[in-house]
């Protein structure tokens, strides 16, 4: 399934979790970590079990859980909680390589068994460059994964992890370290063979910033983005969603080459077209569906 957004929502406040309902991103992030103090996160568990199983039959959206880190000692409580029939997949925070992933996979063989949900049913997440160690770890998502179903980034933690005054320049832009951390999070996504899903837009008020920071996002190779507010959503679905134009382009494409099964190369308007011309035209088609 697509995502394009996935939406956080803190799984202590059931007036948020309940207006999310209405919500058109492709996910929804049930959180339990960042946006939960401590005292609530026991409380937000069981809410957040609470809603998966009360609303993932009827919701469009897929409902994720993001957990506290495997080593903050209430990863295994969450995981313990929410799995629970309905629930898509857990987002990891923190995650230091993809031996982090392997190792919630077994906890999650157990649970699902538990919960009488199909094997492999619930998928994997990684925010995969919240620390040094997993920046100098990305090589570690080369092959198949079991249980990926994509790949993010974070900066914000990672600065804080660095001691990093900020994780922009003056100009505003991104330091050479977190455009390393995106860069990374590309090719790590490619190279495991799920969608690379940008990190957040923390200005949610910015709605034309958002808007040129997806369009600039997608045409590096993201398939999607986090969002931390409802509003942000729709800009986000639009954005890396394939326009009019562009699937009028890949068909053309698709069908120049189905006619000549034989070429290596063709001409479009003008402009050579090869086999990699080709996989991106398919991969634009199955995107929208």
Not at 114 to 132: L, N
Not at 168 to 182: K, T, V
């Amino acid at each position: 399934m697509k995502l394009r957004s996935m939406l956080f929502v803190p799984a202590d406040s059931e007036k948020k979790l309940a207006k999310s309902l209405g919500s058109p991103a492709d996910a929804l992030i049930l959180d339990l970590e960042d946006s939960v103090a401590e005292a609530r996160k026991a409380g937000a568990r069981g809410t957040a079990a609470a809603f998966i199983t009360a609303n993932a039959k009827q919701l469009g959206a897929q409902l994720y859980v993001r957990i506290n880190p495997l080593d903050s000692g209430m990863a295994m409580g969450d995981l313990a909680t929410v799995v629970v029939a309905g629930l898509a997949g857990i987002m990891l925070p923190k995650t230091r390589s993809a031996a982090d992933i392997v190792r919630l996979g077994h906890c999650l063989d157990a649970l699902e068994a538990r919960a009488g949900m199909a094997a492999g049913s619930v998928r994997i997440v990684p925010v995969a460059t919240e620390t040094p160690e997993a920046i100098l770890n990305m090589q570690s998502f080369a092959g198949p994964i079991a249980r990926l179903a994509g790949v993010t980034w974070g900066a914000e933690d990672l600065s804080a992890a660095i001691g990093a005054v900020s994780n922009r320049d003056e100009d505003g832009s991104w330091s050479p370290l977190y455009l390393l951390a995106n860069s990374l999070c590309l090719a790590a996504a490619a190279a495991a063979g799920v969608p690379a899903i940008d990190t957040l837009h923390a200005d949610f008020r910015d709605s034309a910033g958002l808007a040129i920071a997806c369009r600039a996002s997608r045409r590096r190779g993201f398939r999607g983005r986090i969002a931390i507010h409802p509003d942000q959503v729709a800009i986000i679905n639009e954005a890396y969603s394939p326009s009019e134009a562009e699937l009028a382009h890949a068909r053309r494409i698709v069908d120049a080459f189905a006619a000549q099964p034989e070429a290596g190369t063709l001409s479009i308007d003008g402009v050579m077209i090869d086999k990699p011309h080709l996989t991106q035209a398919l991969r634009t088609l199955a995107g929208a569906g």
